[in-house]
């Protein structure tokens, strides 16, 4: 198994395998020259020529399977990427993060599906996501709770990935010559029911004239080509469309746990999200965040896990590649939505934040009276 570098599933994949031909290659040039000097010998041409034979094909063999080991294993790649969401004790909602795509997007997605489902809102406050763990009165151990919010949270986490897969491969596919051939198109009616056991994807995705919100909408002429619609206080409708490759398939295993088998390889999407908290800078939840009282906000740690297992046909397919490299692009539009590291240096953040320092400090010199963080911290301790 390999971790993936910076690099794509699909490009580091294929420069392993031109590697791998480009070393049998120079394997099969070397075993020439060398069958041809061993020719020239006398004593070996008294060998059977059977013993030779089987000798040589032994031979073979063993630097074939050699060279090809490490291709081998390099077949199953994994990347993590980690970002985080913010949560208010205060309204026991989640906070967008502005220019953070994932934060707005599921945000948007919880407060939608709120507005349309009021017994979703109802499960979502009374667990709580700051209810991470009970505690037992008399033993006083601590054991994980099982919250209907972090189901919640799965799903529209879950439904972010099915958005984020049907806009990439869309678009992709729209750039690639003639690729109607070549690709089919699942709408919500065919995707497998168990996809449908993701509240959040039911609800967003069902038809506009089976919704309230959306009734005068699918009255419309041109109903069936709205693909978004946002009506009222938020109530929101998406119609799913995912474009695949022939005979690809997506089947969901479990809440935030996607797979897509296609003919060179299986793709496995799953969200990782265990209550545990992360920290960001203090600085960054009130001045970007606008934090209106201190310790007001959580910072919980979610990811994504994305595991990528090629096929033994891929390594000697002729098939056009171009088909299949919208993992690639996949996985960098997943890292530039989701990844906390990532954000933070598109935002500048620490440049940024090196200049609020120094305003503090230089408002500190001129005016002894205004308090540094440090002490704000000490203050709010005590």
């Not at 958005?163 to 065919?190: A, G, Q």
């Not at 397919?317 to 989701?338: E, N, Q, T, Y």
């Not at 120094?358 to 308090?371: D, F, H, L, T, Y």
Request: hydrophobic content about 45%.
């Amino acid at each position: 198994m390999s971790t993936t570098s910076d690099h794509g599933f699909v490009s580091q994949f294929l420069a392993n395998r031109s590697w791998l031909v480009e070393l049998l290659l120079a394997a099969v040039l070397m075993d020439l020259g060398v069958h041809l000097l061993a020719a020239a010998v006398p004593p070996l041409a008294q060998l059977s020529h059977w013993f030779v034979l089987i000798m040589g094909i032994l031979f073979l063999i063993g630097s074939v399977f050699l060279l090809s080991r490490r291709n081998f294993k390099s077949r199953h790649y994994v990347r993590r990427i980690d970002g985080f969401i913010t949560f208010s004790r205060s309204s026991l909602q989640l906070v967008p993060v502005r220019r953070y795509y994932f934060s707005e997007q599921v945000v948007s997605y919880l407060e939608a599906a709120f507005i349309e489902n009021s017994a979703l809102e109802t499960l979502w406050k009374q667990s709580s996501l700051a209810k991470q763990f009970d505690v037992n009165e008399d033993s006083g151990k601590m054991t994980r709770a099982v919250l209907p919010a972090n189901l919640l949270l799965l799903e529209a986490s879950e439904y972010y990935l099915l958005s984020r897969l049907s806009l990439t491969l869309t678009d992709y596919f729209n750039r690639v010559p003639n690729s109607e051939d070549f690709t089919i198109s699942l709408s919500r009616k065919d995707v497998p029911d168990v996809l449908l056991e993701n509240r959040i994807f039911e609800l967003l995705s069902r038809p506009m004239d089976q919704r309230p919100a959306f009734v005068k909408n699918a009255s419309q002429p041109n109903a069936s080509k709205i693909v978004m619609s946002v009506q009222g206080k938020g109530a929101r409708y998406e119609k799913f469309d995912l474009i695949l490759p022939r005979r690809a398939s997506i089947q969901r295993l479990g809440p935030g746990n996607v797979t897509i088998t296609t003919e060179l390889f299986s793709l496995n999407l799953r969200i990782l999200f265990g209550g545990t908290n992360t920290v960001v800078s203090p600085k960054f939840e009130e001045v970007y965040m606008g934090e209106s009282k201190r310790n007001d906000f959580m910072q919980f740690q979610i990811g994504v896990r994305l595991e990528v297992k090629f096929r033994l046909r891929s390594m000697i397919s002729i098939k056009s590649w171009r088909f299949h490299k919208w993992l690639d692009v996949l996985l960098d539009r997943i890292d530039a939505d989701l990844s906390k590291d990532r954000f933070f240096r598109d935002i500048n953040w620490e440049s940024v934040e090196t200049m609020l320092i120094c305003q503090k400090q230089m408002e500190r010199a001129s005016n002894p009276s205004v308090k540094s963080d440090q002490e704000h911290i000490s203050d709010s301790k005590n």
